[in-house]
């Protein structure tokens, strides 16, 4: 899709002081927060506008630089329509011992990416959906419309106390998907004749409901919910951008029957490995990795749960792959889909720049990353029907060939406040251009 983006983005990041504090670099007291107003815009969506704020509690100060108790709070709308509404909460102390987490989320997509399943093997025609191409179909070709709502709740505690560093985990999600093709007429609403999109195209999501490749039963989305238990070890130094140690965890997902409106099941398995390392004596300078990985057991998962990615802790509104912000930067976003994939980050983080400032902890940071993603299990598809009707056509489409890994790599520029508010910004680029060209992600908090 053709984006124009401008961003007038950084121009309030404040914090305000409620409770009195230590005048030290390493001690905070009370409430603080942090707010950011967004505007960007898209081709076909509009104007986005609204804003973003986390709030902390560091209660006497005795944790820091970890919290009590934090709140983020997110609310932004296009003007064509897609709206986000998310409020999530994290609290080592509200039950004593136990680590709390809970999310709130409402996000109307009208225009969410589809490249089909299985990476290599679904085609990506960067021209169907470029108006200034000669093979322009619609610049919504790859999207469909997707409306989500989702509840969630995570505990973790410690599993002994003379082994602090091991932890269980126990959770529960649950999920409401709308799903659609394009609403052409809203996009078009209010639009020069000149920018309009054509009425009359399919979408590769039409196409792949007419070929059966998307089951009838779940071309509409559904309900469902799915209960997670698994183990965590983790030894860092801090919770945002840590100095050293490793964080594991391991997750087993399982949705019955009778949590699925669809009358269908599915068990999966979730490994996510990270390990920072300090590379020099003033310690501005941490080598960071993440290696994750994720196989379904038995079932068959909805096409649109497929790139869900369980997980103890929330950095964005999604946590889904691969492609995009919060997997692999500069790649389109879900443009790897399958049953089960391997992910890999590779960061270098170098704080350029320490300072208090008002009585606050700041500073400036870079990070250069490569990442990579690959489908290690594919969604299985029988192609009868989309080989017949296309006919000569088919090698647009489909390659036949099992995935290869996918590669981006970039920069970004953090501006950390307290050490916990992160303004984030990351700018990847595509190594192959069957995955896309390149990205600019502005938000909070680092990657991983």
């Known amino acids: 899709?053709?984006?124009?983006?401008?961003?007038?983005?950084?121009?309030?990041?404040?914090?305000?002081?409620?409770?009195?504090?230590?005048?030290?670099?390493?001690?905070?007291?009370?409430?603080?927060?942090?707010?950011?107003?967004?505007?960007?815009y898209n081709a076909d969506l509009g104007f986005q506008y609204g804003g973003l704020t986390n709030l902390y509690w560091y209660g006497d100060g005795s944790n820091y630089p970890d919290y009590n108790h934090s709140l983020y709070v997110e609310i932004s709308k296009y003007t064509a329509g897609s709206t986000l509404l998310r409020f999530y909460y994290d609290s080592p102390t509200f039950i004593k011992n136990i680590r709390t987490t809970a999310d709130i989320t409402w996000f109307r997509d009208l225009a969410m990416d589809f490249y089909g399943f299985n990476g290599k093997d679904a085609v990506y025609?960067?021209?169907?959906?470029?108006?200034s191409s000669s093979d322009y179909i619609t610049r919504v070709f790859y999207r469909h419309h997707r409306e989500m709502f989702r509840f969630l709740t995570n505990s973790k505690g410690r599993i002994s106390t003379k082994a602090p560093q091991w932890e269980w985990m126990a959770?529960?999600?649950?999920?409401?998907f709308n799903i659609?093709?394009?609403?052409?007429?809203?996009l078009n609403k209010n639009k020069d004749e000149d920018d309009q999109l054509p009425e009359d195209e399919e979408g590769l999501y039409d196409k792949y409901l007419k070929w059966k490749l998307i089951p009838d039963e779940e071309a509409k989305g559904g309900k469902h919910a799915y209960l997670k238990i698994g183990l965590s070890y983790d030894t860092r130094d801090v919770l945002t951008n840590p100095g050293k140690g490793i964080w594991t965890e391991v997750f087993l997902a399982s949705m019955p029957n009778f949590l699925s409106s669809q009358n269908n099941h599915f068990t999966r398995i979730n490994l996510f490995h990270r390990q920072y390392i300090t590379l020099n004596n003033k310690g501005n300078l941490i080598a960071a990795y993440r290696i994750g990985w994720q196989h379904?057991?038995?079932?068959?998962?909805?096409?649109?749960?497929?790139?869900?990615?369980?997980?103890?802790?929330?950095?964005?509104?999604?946590?889904q792959g691969l492609g995009g912000a919060k997997t692999m930067r500069g790649i389109n976003r879900n443009r790897i889909v399958g049953n089960g994939f391997l992910l890999s980050n590779i960061e270098l983080r170098w704080k350029i720049w320490q300072t208090k400032l008002f009585k606050q902890d700041f500073y400036l940071a870079t990070n250069y990353f490569i990442d990579m993603g690959m489908i290690t299990q594919e969604y299985e598809?029988?192609?009868?029907?989309?080989?017949?009707?296309l006919e000569e056509d088919y090698n647009l489409?489909?390659?036949?060939?099992?995935?290869?890994?996918?590669?981006?790599?970039?920069?970004?520029?953090?501006?950390a406040l307290n050490e916990n508010f992160v303004l984030s910004t990351d700018y990847g680029i595509a190594a192959s251009k069957q995955d896309g060209t390149s990205g600019l992600y502005i938000s909070l908090n680092y990657l991983f």
């Open 125 to 131: 025609n960067a021209g169907w959906e470029d108006d």
């Open 381 to 389: 598809l029988d192609k009868s029907i989309a080989r017949a009707d």
């Open 180 to 186: 659609d093709k394009v609403d052409i007429d809203r």
């Open 1 to 40: 899709m053709t984006k124009r983006y401008f961003i007038a983005f950084i121009n309030l990041l404040c914090s305000l002081q409620l409770v009195g504090q230590i005048d030290s670099t390493y001690r905070k007291e009370g409430f603080t927060f942090g707010v950011l107003p967004a505007i960007s």
């Open 296 to 319: 379904k057991l038995s079932g068959q998962i909805p096409f649109y749960l497929l790139p869900h990615m369980a997980s103890s802790v929330l950095t964005s509104a999604t946590s």
């Open 171 to 176: 959770g529960l999600i649950f999920f409401n």
């Open 397 to 415: 489409y489909f390659n036949d060939a099992k995935d290869e890994p996918h590669f981006s790599y970039g920069l970004g520029l953090k501006a």
